[in-house]
C-alpha cells in the first residue's frame, strides 16, 4: 500500500489516479488470497502422521465379498495378508475387526445423496443442468443447496456416526462420502451451489477489490464466440469466476464438516474417498480442498496424486488410492501398483472387491497377490511411516486458473457439443502438458514438487527450489508475476513452454503477457488463434476430432504444426527457446509444448535426445540427478527413482512409471506394466556409508554403485545412513 499512496501523493493527474487503483486491486487480490476462508487450513490440522496409520494398510471395500465377516473371513484377511477394511454409515462389524487385528476407515460418513449426490451415475439425470447457470444444485432427490441447513443436518449425521465409532481402537479415518463433488464427478455442469446470491456478491467484492463487478450466471455458451476475438477482446470472467465461487464454497463447506468430525474425534483424521482430478468443475481446486481434509482416497488422475503429495510435505496426511483388479491386465498391474503408489508416499489402498471369490474360494490370483500384501503391511510399510518426500529442487506450477481458461480454449471445436466433453484429465492442454514435464523430469532422474498458485503469490517461491516450470500457464495475476519475477533475480531459473500470462487470474486477455519483459518477449492483445500452433485453433490437438484416441499420434497429427527438436512450436511469431538473464537467475521461454513427449514415451522411443530442449536448461541451473539407474549400460524403459528422507536415513526406490488406466469413477488398469527381471546397476554421485537393501535386509556396506536384482513389476528398495550426497 506505501507505493500506492506515495504515488498519489505524488502526483494527482488520473493516469496516476488509475495506476493507484490497479495497485489496489492487485493488493485486494493479495489479500483475498492470505485471508479468505477457503485458504484458511481447517482448525484441527496434525502436525505428523496419525500413530494408527504406522504401517500400509490394505482396506477391501466388500462391495461383493461372499466370504463374510465371521471366523472364516478373518482366516481370509490374515492368511492373504489384508489388514485392514471399512464400515459403512458408521455402521459395522466392530468387534471383528478387533479380534482379527484389521484397521478400518468409515465410508458415507456425511451419508449418501448430499455431498454426492444421487443419482451422479447416471449422467442423465444431470444433462437438464449442464447450460442452466441460473439453477440450483440438485440430484435425484431434489434441490441439494450448499446452505446452512444443509450444514446443520451433515453436521449432526457426521457427529452421530463418529461418536459411534470413535471407541474403536482399530479406525484409522473418517470420509464424509464417496465421489463428492459440488456438481456431479467432473461433469460440465454450471449451476449456483447455492440460492445465496448475496453471498457471491461479497465474495465477489473480496475477490476484486473495490471494482468487483456484478453476479452473473453464464454457461459455456457464452465464450464459444469470444475464441474468434483477439486475445485482449476476450473475457471469460463471468463464467470463471462464479466457477472458482462455487469451489471456494465447496472447500469451505467440506472444511467445516471435518472439523465437525474432529470435534468429536481429535485423534482421527477426517476427508473423503474418490478424489477427482484437479478440474474447472466439481470442486477440485486443490490448492483449496488441500487445506481443508486431512485423509484422501484419490483416483490417479490429471497428476491429482502427484499434486497432493506436493501439498501435503510432511506426508503428515494419509494418502491411499484405489485397487480394481483387472483379470486382462492381470496379478503383475496389482503387484506393480501398490508398489508404485507406495513408493510416491501412499499408505494404503481401498479395494474393490468385485468378482475376488468363487463361491467362498478366494481367486488363484489372490494367493499370487497375497506376498505383495504382507511384505507391504508387516515389513516395508512402517519404514515410511513419516518421512518425508525429497525433491531435486524442481517445482511445477500449479494454477487452478491456467486450468480453466485451458478448458475454456479446449472446448472450440466441440462447439456446442461442449456438454458432452469428459476425460479432461486425457484431454485437456493442461493436464496433459503438465503431464509430460513430470514424464520428462522422471525419465531424466529428477523428482519435483508442484507449488500452488496461492503459496507461491503470498509467500514466493521457497528458496529450496532451483528451477520452476510453468506448464501451459495461461493465466497469472499480477502478483504471482512479481513473486516468479522475485525468484528469478534472486538466482532462480524460471522455464515457461508457451502462452505465459496471457490471461489474468479472472481469465481476462492481455494486452501483453505478464511475464514478457522477464522472458524478453512481446506479447500483443491483437493475438489470435491464427498466431498458434496449427492456425486454426487455440490450442495443439483438435480435442473434438480426436476424442475416442487411442494413442497421443492419433490426437496430435490432426493439427498440422511446425515442429522444432520433435515439437509443436506454439506461437509463431515468437523464436523459439528465449533465454534471458534475470538478475541472479535465468529466464527460458521455450515456445514449444512438451506434449508430443507423451507419444514418444508411448511408442517406445522417448530417450535424453528427445527431453534435450526441455531438460537442458534444468542442468543449466545446476540441477541434475545425484542417482542413475542403468542395466545393460541404458536406462531401462518408464524407470522411476524416487527418495525419502526418515530419522537418520535416506530410501530410495526404483520402479516402472507407467500410465495407470481409469476414469472419473476409477476403474481397472487396461493394460499391465511391462513384466520381467534385470541386473540394475544403481550409482550415486558420491559415495553413500551402510547401504542396505530393504527387500532383502542385507547388509551392502559403503559405496558408490551396487548391483541388485529389477522386478520391473516391483520395485528396487535400498537405503543407506544420512542425507543425499552434497553438492549435487
Not at 11 to 40: H, I, M, R
Not at 53 to 70: A, D, E, H, L, V
Not at 437 to 462: H, K, M
Not at 664 to 672: L, N
Amino acid at each position: 500500500m506505501a507505493l500506492c499512496e506515495f504515488r498519489i501523493l505524488l502526483v494527482l493527474g488520473l493516469t496516476v489516479l488509475l495506476a493507484s487503483a490497479a495497485c489496489a486491486d492487485e493488493n485486494a487480490y493479495l489479500s483475498y488470497l492470505k485471508n479468505a476462508p477457503e485458504f484458511q487450513p481447517i482448525q484441527h490440522s496434525p502436525a505428523d502422521m496419525p500413530p494408527r496409520w504406522n504401517t500400509w494398510i490394505y482396506m477391501p471395500w466388500r462391495y461383493q465379498s461372499s466370504i463374510g465377516t465371521g471366523d472364516k473371513g478373518g482366516e481370509f484377511c490374515r492368511d492373504y495378508g489384508f489388514n485392514g477394511g471399512f464400515v459403512d454409515h458408521g455402521e459395522g462389524p466392530l468387534d471383528w475387526f478387533e479380534k482379527w487385528n484389521l484397521r478400518f476407515y468409515n465410508d458415507h460418513a456425511a451419508s449418501k445423496g448430499f455431498l454426492h449426490l444421487r443419482g451422479a451415475q447416471e449422467e442423465k439425470n444431470f444433462r437438464q443442468f449442464f447450460g442452466d447457470a441460473q439453477a440450483i444444485r440438485s440430484g435425484t432427490d431434489g434441490p441439494q443447496p450448499l446452505d446452512e441447513a444443509l450444514f446443520a443436518k451433515l453436521s449432526q449425521i457426521v457427529t452421530e456416526r463418529v461418536e459411534h465409532l470413535k471407541a474403536s481402537p482399530m479406525r484409522v479415518a473418517y470420509a464424509l462420502d464417496d465421489e463428492i463433488s459440488w456438481g456431479a464427478f467432473v461433469l460440465p455442469i454450471v449451476w449456483r451451489i447455492n440460492d445465496d446470491d448475496e453471498a457471491y456478491a461479497r465474495w465477489l467484492s473480496l475477490y476484486y477489490g473495490n471494482d468487483a463487478p456484478a453476479p452473473q450466471f453464464v454457461a459455456p455458451d457464452f465464450i464459444l464466440p469470444q475464441l474468434d476475438r483477439k486475445l485482449k477482446d476476450i473475457d471469460f470472467s463471468p463464467l470463471l469466476d462464479r466457477l472458482s465461487y462455487n469451489d471456494s464454497a465447496w472447500a469451505v463447506f467440506i472444511g467445516r464438516l471435518v472439523d465437525c468430525a474432529n470435534a468429536a474425534d481429535p485423534d482421527t483424521p477426517c476427508g473423503f474417498v474418490g478424489g477427482q482430478s484437479p478440474s474447472i468443475f466439481g470442486g477440485y481446486d486443490y490448492t483449496k480442498l488441500s487445506r481443508k481434509i486431512q485423509f484422501i482416497e484419490a483416483y490417479d488422475l490429471g497428476s491429482s496424486q502427484a499434486i497432493i503429495r506436493s501439498f501435503n510435505p510432511q506426508n503428515s496426511m494419509p494418502v491411499v488410492t484405489t485397487h480394481f483388479h483387472s483379470d486382462t491386465a492381470g496379478v503383475g498391474a496389482d503387484i506393480w501398483q501398490s508398489w508404485y503408489y507406495f513408493a510416491h508416499g501412499n499408505r494404503g489402498m481401498i479395494g474393490w472387491v468385485e468378482n475376488w471369490f468363487d463361491g467362498e474360494t478366494p481367486r488363484p490370483w489372490l494367493k499370487e497377490y497375497s506376498p505383495t500384501l504382507k511384505e507391504l503391511g508387516a515389513v516395508q510399510g512402517p519404514k515410511l511411516a513419516g518421512a518425508r518426500w525429497i525433491h531435486d529442487g524442481v517445482a511445477i506450477y500449479y494454477s487452478h486458473p491456467s486450468i480453466q481458461v485451458s478448458w475454456c480454449l479446449d472446448i472450440e471445436p466441440h462447439g456446442k457439443t461442449w456438454t458432452n466433453r469428459r476425460g479432461d484429465f486425457k484431454l485437456g492442454t493442461s493436464h496433459t502438458v503438465r503431464k509430460a514435464w513430470e514424464n520428462i523430469l522422471n525419465d531424466a532422474g529428477l523428482q519435483y514438487n508442484f507449488v500452488s498458485y496461492r503459496d507461491v503469490a503470498v509467500n514466493g517461491v521457497p528458496p529450496e527450489y532451483k528451477v520452476l516450470i510453468l506448464p501451459a500457464c495461461y493465466a497469472l495475476s499480477d502478483v504471482e508475476a512479481a513473486r516468479i519475477r522475485e525468484f528469478a533475480e534472486n538466482g532462480g531459473a524460471v522455464i515457461a513452454d508457451f502462452a505465459c500470462g496471457l490471461f489474468d487470474q479472472h481469465g481476462k486477455g492481455r494486452d501483453t503477457g505478464a511475464l514478457d519483459s522477464l522472458f524478453g518477449v512481446t506479447h500483443s492483445g491483437e493475438l489470435t488463434k491464427a498466431g498458434l500452433f496449427g492456425g486454426s485453433l487455440w490450442t495443439e490437438s483438435d480435442q473434438d476430432a480426436g476424442y475416442g484416441f487411442k494413442s497421443y499420434r492419433e490426437l496430435l497429427d490432426i493439427v498440422p504444426s511446425t515442429l522444432k527438436d520433435g515439437f509443436a512450436v506454439a506461437e509463431k511469431d515468437l523464436p523459439v527457446g528465449t533465454v534471458t538473464k534475470a538478475g541472479k537467475g535465468t529466464a527460458v521461454y521455450l515456445n514449444l509444448s512438451p506434449l508430443r513427449y507423451l507419444q514418444y514415451r508411448q511408442e517406445g522411443h522417448a530417450d535424453s535426445r528427445s527431453r534435450e530442449a526441455f531438460v537442458s536448461h534444468i542442468a543449466a541451473a545446476g540441477v541434475r540427478p545425484w542417482v542413475s539407474v542403468t542395466s545393460d549400460g541404458k536406462r531401462p524403459q518408464n524407470a522411476e527413482v524416487t527418495y525419502w528422507s526418515s530419522g537418520a536415513r535416506t530410501y530410495v526406490f526404483v520402479v516402472q512409471n507407467i500410465p495407470l488406466g481409469g476414469s472419473e469413477a476409477g476403474g481397472p488398469m487396461t493394460e499391465g506394466p511391462a513384466a520381467g527381471e534385470m541386473p540394475l546397476d544403481i550409482e550415486f554421485a558420491a559415495p553413500v556409508k551402510n547401504v542396505i537393501n530393504e527387500r532383502t535386509g542385507a547388509a551392502l556396506g559403503d559405496g558408490a554403485k551396487f548391483t541388485l536384482p529389477f522386478n520391473t513389476v516391483e520395485a528396487v528398495f535400498l537405503s543407506f545412513e544420512g542425507p543425499p550426497p552434497e553438492g549435487v
